[in-house]
């Protein structure tokens, strides 16, 4: 099992370009989940789909940042324009189900700096 | 409302030594915890969780936690700490009575090992 894969693990950019992250679920997982780490507010959701359909963004920071999943084995987080505030560790992870009970699989994240 | 607090950001102990990492939880519902750690510049993986069955939880690595109601706690403990064990550690908790899939991260604590 290959786990969940993300890309790029590090990406550097200018304010006002577009940062597009990437990620692959478990196969078999029907819910994947976008986490943003921060040192001054952790870990937070930002947005979560189930069936490739957003469930809740109440996450999402603000209209410069928007997710799809256009089938069940690609996801992506998008943040146009970047600004540098949006520097963080980007997560997606995925899960069979999501109760209360249930494991989320975490990818390696992708470190997002924004200069 | 559900919250996680970890007692303590920053813990060291020498190899061979107990590990004791604290968590304490608020849940208006029969809660769901869960450790995971994260090592450098990887993602989190997840160390073990508890679920309302034993209150004794074991995981991987050596790691196991107990699930104290009446304290509203939920330790983490390793009786011996080996150098590998050095990362952070993430307390967290399920929020909402059912299938939700939101999780509570408290924020981590760093443990260091020294030889």
């Known amino acids: 099992d290959a786990g969940v894969i993300q890309s790029p693990r590090h990406e550097v950019t200018e304010m006002g370009q577009e940062v597009t992250l990437r990620c692959k679920p478990i196969s078999g997982h029907d819910y994947l989940f976008w986490y943003r780490q921060t040192m001054m507010r952790g870990l937070e959701l930002l947005i979560y789909?189930?069936?490739?359909?957003?469930?809740?963004d109440s996450g999402m920071p603000e209209d410069r940042f928007s997710a799809k999943m256009p089938n069940a084995s690609f996801s992506t987080l998008k943040i146009q324009p970047s600004e540098p505030r949006d520097s963080a560790v980007y997560f997606c992870a995925s899960a069979v189900r999501a109760g209360r009970a249930d494991t989320q699989y975490f990818g390696p994240g992708t470190r997002l700096t924004v200069l | 409302a559900q919250s996680v607090t970890q007692l303590d950001s920053h813990v060291s102990v020498s190899e061979g030594t107990p590990v004791l990492l604290r968590c304490n939880y608020s849940?208006?519902?029969?809660?769901?915890l869960f450790w995971y750690v994260q090592h450098p510049n990887k993602g989190l993986q997840l160390l073990l969780k508890y679920t309302s069955a034993a209150t004794l939880v074991k995981g991987i690595n050596g790691f196991e936690a107990e699930f104290k109601k009446s304290e509203t706690s939920f330790h983490l403990t390793k009786p011996s700490a080996h150098m590998s064990d050095a990362a952070e550690y993430f307390c967290v908790v399920t929020i909402g009575s059912s299938n939700t899939g939101k999780l509570i991260f408290g924020q981590g604590t760093t443990l260091q090992v020294k030889p």
């Open positions: 849940s208006s519902y029969s809660p769901s």
């Open positions: 789909f189930n069936n490739n359909v957003p469930i809740d």
